[in-house]
């Protein structure tokens, strides 16, 4: 597969494109996340999602320090060509680095953000492994 | 309620938070846009998503042209406070501006990128109307 597909991309002026992981099966989103060319690449070619790490300023295979991988099973472009979504398998059931499910586990309600989602796994257990 | 809960966001140098839209029921991920202070507050006291435009540079009060409003039953924020999710009611069951139920209507294959989603409405027949 050439990768003619990667210049219908709108980069930004850091070369990124938004990135959302929604889950097979449960459809709950995931998380969000960025990535450059070479992650969307790698992403497509070996069915486990990529990021950039905009923080530490470098490719992030998720799941390289947890575990936590996750399979893609589609990738899907917007109609402006400035995101990308992932629908993917979430190894573990944890894509959240604090632990839960989800990334999104605050919600609004009338008092301020609550938290919606458990940990599942605290992080000092996740990470100790793989530090 | 105060706006306390605001300041809890991480707005980017632009002054905006990555906003998702992802439809109540089938959970099907509609958009990807962004959102100013303004924006953000007015959506969550008036219960209809508003956007801030990054090519109009001014607020998008999302249907305001095509009627295609999006009502709010949710809006839930993730770990890093940079993304926001809001579980929406699509009304017309249109998200797209291209007449497409998502505006995620591109699936990556061997080949490319492929469509998966039918127009739904010819967008000259959205707009006609309300230009």
Redesign the interface.
């Known amino acids: ?1 050439n990768e ?2 990667l210049n ?1 991309i709108k980069w930004n002026s850091d070369g990124l494109v ?1 990135a ?1 992981a ?1 889950e097979a099966g ?4 995931l ?2 996340a960025w990535m450059n060319r070479q992650a969307l690449s790698e992403t ?1 070619a070996g069915g486990k999602a990529v990021y950039w790490s905009r923080s530490r300023q470098r490719l992030w295979r998720k799941g390289e320090a947890s575990g936590h991988e996750q399979r893609v099973k ?7 060509g400035d ?1 990308v ?1 992932l629908v993917v398998e979430q190894l573990g059931g944890i894509a ?3 632990g ?1 499910h989800s ?6 309600d ?4 609550v938290e ?1 989602e458990p940990v599942l796994k605290d992080a000092s257990i996740i990470y100790k492994d793989k530090s």
Request: glycine letters at 6%.
């Open positions: 597969m003619q597909w219908q938004a959302i929604q449960t459809g709950r989103v998380m969000m497509a589609e990738i899907q472009l917007d109609c402006d995101a979504l959240c680095h604090t839960r990334c999104f586990f605050r919600r609004l009338k008092n301020g953000w919606t």
